[in-house]
């Protein structure tokens, strides 16, 4: 009498599986010795859905209490199998965590398995394992062992059976961790593409690998291949993880801030941007320092030789530590930005999916915030953390001139006063210009979808003209706000290119001629060099203030629309009325009672009013109307799709299936819209067809 297993280990416990099939083992001897599961798509699909729901809190989990769970399953599974998961292994170098499958081939043993799984769930994977057929039965006993242990569900699960690793291989080969022999061999997830190890030292200090893959381009057509995997720190799952705990504690508040919760996310790597900004900034005033230095040696032949190396040696070094300080600043905070960018678009797709009325924000600001705002604000990052630097920057060169020309250097504080008051004054005129383009762009980008989506019934009665006309109206209004933001900003410009000129000419003046001093070359080269360095501060002065008061209006919108009422998850609710005075059915699975709803959430300007309605388990309901009397809205209204303003809603279902009276299908045959993914059943698919009377068309 041999060992059955009828169940499968998924997601932390013992399931029936939905093929009935047994695959016997057989012993030496050709005797029965057990059977197992011959599992089809369906289990399959179950154990990885599993490993892939489980994967992202097991790759969260300190490494230590992996290495806790693992050691309570060896302690068990050394006196049952007499085998142990090992904890270290070289074969998954160069693997990126993820939900894995691990398929036994012939003849492998359950020790094997466990020299591949031990060390990749040590290492943050989550595993499904499929063995061969001399394996079977220990796989089952090594999952009993797991199951009596605290490994959190679904990092470990084990399926059995032919059918189920031919569907693997098929369906899903970039998770197979396959295993040859007694050699084992990984498929990366990634198809081969290049992992780009950004926390290397020789790629953080001189980013070798971008050379090598400039190089491999230089006169050769790149493909996908060549261009590495996303390294983890900019995926979007990993910056949510960051930036939500933050968001939900200010949400919390009376008064939540959106720029709050992104600078505690972000304010770490970014404050290293910025600190390498500030040390460029002081290492970039070694020249005009050493510069009159040097002019006083070259006049002076008497010094000794070494001196004019020493003071050429320090110009020379700081020059090169500032430049790599500055570029490694920009490179941080252009990083600083992609996860910025990442962050914006993960929050409005986010709220679309929980957004309260699909009335209160339009398909255009939803598609500007993604595509211009979140932009926008990748894209400043950079000059707009250099700009915070300027303002001491500034401060510096005027100590340094007070130094070479005395109380003169007042004049260069009058004029960079005079400018910033200036810039502040034409940076409100950017915010005011900024937010009208960003309304008329969202006016115009609502029309064009219109347009796009209802092109057939426009065709067919053609409108073309109107609605083209309408859109052009709509661009012209926009375009009449981007004509002035542009005139601003040639002035902005302007006085900005020019203001370094301005004071270099009044400083000469004002000290040579109006003050009778004698201006020497050393005098007159460390002003020409001190002006010299902080003509970019000066022009990055304004454009961070003009920046900010941008960035004031892009944040501003983003915190709007996230900030909109939201879908009630509440199944049931009870606004204004008291429970007690409804006579409530308990078999009923919906329940609506003197229920008033509004689109727009306003008392006096009701969608539905005094509903009534009650559906039983078991029941079939059908509501009967004419065109765009609200049948589609009561469904809405069911599903807490439409803010009740008061009355009882109570939607008892575990589940709740909506299929909208819009039709569709995805880019495959028929009969894979059909299944839908579904195992194929030839009696129910002909009833099916039958049903929709698809028989006609298909003869």
Known sequence: MGEDYTQIYVDGQWILPNSELLYTIRGA?????????????????????????????WFLT??????????????????????????????????????????????????????????????????????????????????????????????????????????????YPTLSYVAKSKRAKAVDPNKGRPILNVKAFHNRIAYTEAAAFIKKGHGNPLSPSDVWETPEEFTSDYVWKMFEPHWQLEKSKPKPSLLKAVLRTLGPRWSFAIMFQAIFAVLSFANPIVLPYLIEYIQDPSQPLYIGFVYVAIIVVCGYIGSFMYYKGL???????????????????????????????????????????????????????????????????????AIHIGPYCLIALAVVVVMFSVSFKLGQRFKGYRFAIQKFADQRLKLTNELIQGIRIVKFYAWETPFLNNILKARVVELNQVRKLGILRAVL????????????????????????????????????????????????????????QQYNVTIGRIMDFVMKPEVNSNRSLAKEVEISTFNLNPNNVVTIQQADFSWSNDPESLTLARVILEAGKGTLTCVVGAVGSGKSTLALAILGEVPMIRGYRDLKASAVSYVAQEAWIFNATLKENILYGLPYDSEKYHQVLHAAALGPDLQ
């Open 493 to 548: 410009i302007l006085i900005n290119s020019n203001t370094n000129t301005f004071i270099v000419a009044l400083i000469f003046v004002f000290y040579a001629i109006v003050g009778k001093n004698q201006l020497t070359p050393p005098i007159a080269f460390a002003v020409l060099a001190l002006m010299n360095v902080i003509k970019q501060p000066f022009f990055l002065l304004s454009f961070t203030v003009t920046l900010f």
């Open 331 to 401: 490179y941080m905070s252009a990083t600083v930005g992609l996860q910025l960018r990442i962050l914006c678009i993960q929050l409005v797709y986010r709220k679309i999916l929980v957004l309260g009325s699909t009335r209160s924000a339009n398909s255009g600001q939803i598609v500007n915030l993604v595509a211009n705002d979140a932009q926008f604000m990748a894209d400043t990052i950079m000059p707009f953390t250099s700009g915070l630097v300027a303002p001491f920057q500034v401060a510096i060169a005027i100590g340094l001139l």
């Open 29 to 57: 001897a050709d005797e029965v010795v057990g059977s197992v599961p011959d599992c089809n798509e369906t289990d399959v699909k179950s154990a990885i859905d599993a490993s892939e729901k489980a994967f992202n809190s």
């Open 62 to 171: 300190k490494k230590n209490d992996r290495l806790r769970y693992l050691t309570e399953i060896n302690d068990a599974a050394t006196n049952l199998l007499e085998a142990k998961f090992p904890y270290k292994s070289s074969r998954l170098k160069g693997l990126k965590p993820s939900a894995i499958t691990i398929i036994g081939t012939p003849n492998q043993s359950i020790e094997e398995i466990m020299e591949l799984a031990g060390p990749a769930m040590v290492k943050g994977f989550t595993i499904t394992i499929n063995p061969s057929n001399v394996a079977y039965l220990d796989a089952f006993k090594l999952a009993k062992i797991v199951n009596q242990s605290k490994l959190p569900p679904g990092v470990f699960n084990v399926i059995s059976g032919a059918l189920a690793r031919d569907f693997i291989d098929f369906k």
